[in-house]
């Protein structure tokens, strides 16, 4: 083989046969609800604190929420019977074991504690503003029952960002099922191969975009993937919404510097409200 003849670099254009690489057109951004915009976890930590005065329990409601919304998306309960059930279940693990009414009545209490302690992360607005003045359609796409999570959404001033949002409790299918991916993609008349999901969980919502085709993007706010759980090929890692923009704009041919951010927009009036 004669190396001194062969060219140092490679050339396209001695190879007309390959195209050079174009990168990948964007429309449209797609982003969970719960501990991806919306603080759940320390929600959850301070309603848990407010109803039982324990500050340790958010570990045994986490896992017996994960085994409960899996028999959801199995489609072996709804949400409203899991909601009773897995109050049910966390009441007998501490021993508490009551009439229906009883557990019913704490459930009640948990929502109306629950819904008072929702905040949104520092960097959600920022984000979402920069995403809307970049021109992209935005939309939610969540594992949730569709009254609560419509009701937290508009609560926390989020609705007008969104051009669409999914709902697993509404559509009968939840992440990571590719359908529910592409039903958004399908709504929203987009190729899965121009859209980006972000989410907090590295398997259903990073992992299952990817497999759906669409660009993948693990939002680990905690830095899980630091010391432990690592991100596969095809998945971006980031560690703040504060970061997506320039991930963008390095990997997507369409999206470029934003606009001048104008007054009136929905981040504005958010501010501007009781947030
Ligand atoms: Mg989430």
Redesign the pocket.
């Given at each position: 083989m004669d190396f001194a003849a062969a060219a140092s670099t490679p050339s396209l254009a001695g190879n007309p046969g390959r195209a050079p690489w174009v990168p990948p057109e964007l429309r449209l951004v797609c982003l969970?609800?719960?501990?991806?915009l919306i603080d759940?976890t320390a929600a959850i930590r301070r309603t848990l604190y407010a109803l039982t005065g324990r500050g340790d329990l958010w570990p045994l409601w986490d896992v017996i929420t994960e085994e409960h919304v899996a028999l959801v998306v199995a489609g072996e309960l709804d949400y409203d019977v899991m909601h009773h059930r897995r109050t049910e279940c966390f009441l007998a693990e501490l021993g508490i074991v009551v009439e229906p009414v009883q557990v019913g009545a704490f459930e009640a209490r948990r929502r109306e504690i629950l819904a008072r302690s929702w905040r949104l992360f520092d960097d959600v607005l920022p984000c979402l503003e920069w995403l809307r003045a970049a021109g992209l359609q935005i939309a939610a796409v969540?594992n949730a029952s569709g009254v609560h999570q419509r009701r937290k959404i508009a609560e926390l001033g989020l609705s007008p960002f969104f051009d669409h949002v999914a709902i697993a409790g509404e559509l009968g299918v939840a992440k990571p099922d590719p359908a529910m991916f592409r039903s958004v993609c399908l709504a929203l008349q987009c190729a899965p191969g121009q859209a980006v999901h972000v989410?907090?969980?590295l398997d259903?919502?990073a992992i299952g975009a990817r497999d759906a085709g669409l660009g993948a993007v693990w939002l680990d706010r905690d830095g899980t993937g630091q010391v432990g759980e690592r991100a596969p090929a095809g998945v971006y890692t980031l560690s703040g919404l504060g970061e997506l923009p320039e991930l963008l704009v390095s990997e997507y041919a369409t999206v470029g510097v934003p606009a001048q951010r104008a007054t009136g927009t929905p981040a504005a009036r958010v501010r501007g409200g009781v947030f």
């Open positions: 969970d609800i719960d501990d991806t759940c969540t989410g907090d969980k259903t919502d």
